[in-house]
């Protein structure tokens, strides 16, 4: 899984990149279908920083996630956890759509 993580008007530390890195990177363990996951911090407004975050899955569209808070951290929590009910539910829709029992009688 790939993963890119980009800055617009701004910069952050390589230490804050590499958190942010990994905390982006455990989505992997709700749907093993990801092939990249795409994250996109903006500072243009340094009060509210916004992360966006695109996912793209194997045979399925992609999915995102913004966010926009107070704080930084607060941002890729809410963003990392509004994917993560995202890929949760597209794992249900999958799962009991495979085990569902036709009520014909053959």
Do not use: C
């Not at 996951?37 to 509210?48: E, G, K, M, R, Y």
């Not at 890729?76 to 995202?86: R, S, Y």
């Amino acid at each position: 899984m790939q993963t890119k993580l980009s800055v617009r008007h701004g910069q952050l530390s390589p230490a804050t990149q590499s958190k942010i890195t990994a905390k982006v990177a455990r989505l992997k363990r709700y749907f093993d279908g990801l092939t990249a996951l795409n994250v996109t911090v903006d500072l243009q407004n340094p009060a509210l920083p916004a992360v966006e975050i695109v996912a793209s899955a194997e045979h399925f569209h992609q999915m995102v996630s913004h966010e926009v808070s107070g704080h930084l951290w607060r941002s890729v929590d809410g963003a990392v956890q509004k994917l993560e009910q995202q890929l949760r539910k597209h794992k249900e829709k999958t799962r009991d759509h495979k085990h569902v029992q036709s009520s014909r009688k053959v």
